[in-house]
């Protein structure tokens, strides 16, 4: 039973649009959601996290959106640009302590695609 | 750029052979993961480490074992390779923050696959 999902597998956005990847969790019990991605042949790099205690947080183009009633988090990406086209993954963080080891679970993944 | 290496990048191996992955990590990080990547899946962690000697399964780590003799070697061993085990396999250690939530930092990936 997969406890963080990405439903849409692909996404194609126009340059200069923005980009919209959705995640949904089942637990309520994870401290961080955070959002990772990944070129071609090479590891996820991380990208922009939020605390389960706040429901937007923003870095550049970038803002991540927590909605904890619905259990679903959202990246944007505005505006969308050539280099974002790659495979964002969600992931979450149970809660544990600071110190403790990070037993990220991720999702499957969204492929995003910008054209010109 | 958390000074993560492994090795091999590619290896072709066949059913039943054992194989040893290797991740390097240079900067003395306490915690280090071995996950894997297949399509539809995401990233699944197979062991993880919090220390020389210690280390903890994973999700789904049936056929894997790992060894962590020093702090910066981390070896995941499949012991009798199966074609299920095909997979891209990443490295990761991690770095508590606060704010960030012990953000993961990750290697560069070994395309591994079984015939």
């Known amino acids: 039973d997969q406890q963080v999902k990405q439903n849409s597998p692909s996404l194609s956005v126009q340059e200069g649009r923005i980009s919209i990847l959705n995640c949904d969790y089942t637990?309520?019990?994870?401290?961080?959601f955070l959002w990772y991605k990944k070129y071609p042949a090479e590891g996820p790099t991380f990208l922009i996290s939020?605390?389960?205690?706040?429901d937007k947080n923003e870095d550049g183009r970038f803002t991540v959106f927590l909605n904890k009633s619905a259990k679903h988090l959202s990246l944007h990406i505005v505006p969308s640009q050539p280099g974002d086209s790659a495979v964002y993954f969600c992931?979450?963080?149970?809660?544990?302590?600071?110190?403790?080891?990070?037993?990220?679970?991720f999702g499957s993944g969204t492929r995003l695609s910008i054209r010109p | 750029d958390a000074g993560i290496t492994q090795s091999p990048r590619h290896k072709v191996t066949e059913t039943g052979t054992p194989v040893t992955l290797r991740c390097h990590q240079t900067e003395n990080h306490r915690y280090m993961y071995w996950y894997r990547q297949d399509p539809g899946h995401g990233l699944r962690l197979i062991h993880y480490?919090?220390?020389?000697?210690?280390?903890d399964k994973g999700e789904v780590s049936d056929g894997y074992s790992v060894s962590r003799s020093k702090t910066e070697d981390f070896l995941l061993t499949l012991e009798s390779a199966t074609s299920s085990q095909t997979s891209v396999y990443f490295c990761?250690?991690?770095?508590?923050?606060?704010?960030?939530?012990?953000?993961?930092?990750f290697g560069p990936g070994t395309r591994l696959t079984v015939l």
């Open positions: 990761a250690i991690s770095v508590p923050d606060r704010v960030r939530g012990n953000e993961q930092f």
């Open positions: 480490s919090y220390g020389v000697k210690d280390t």
């Open positions: 637990n309520s019990m994870f401290d961080y």
């Open positions: 939020i605390s389960s205690i706040k």
């Open positions: 992931a979450a963080i149970p809660l544990t302590g600071y110190s403790s080891a990070s037993k990220i679970i």
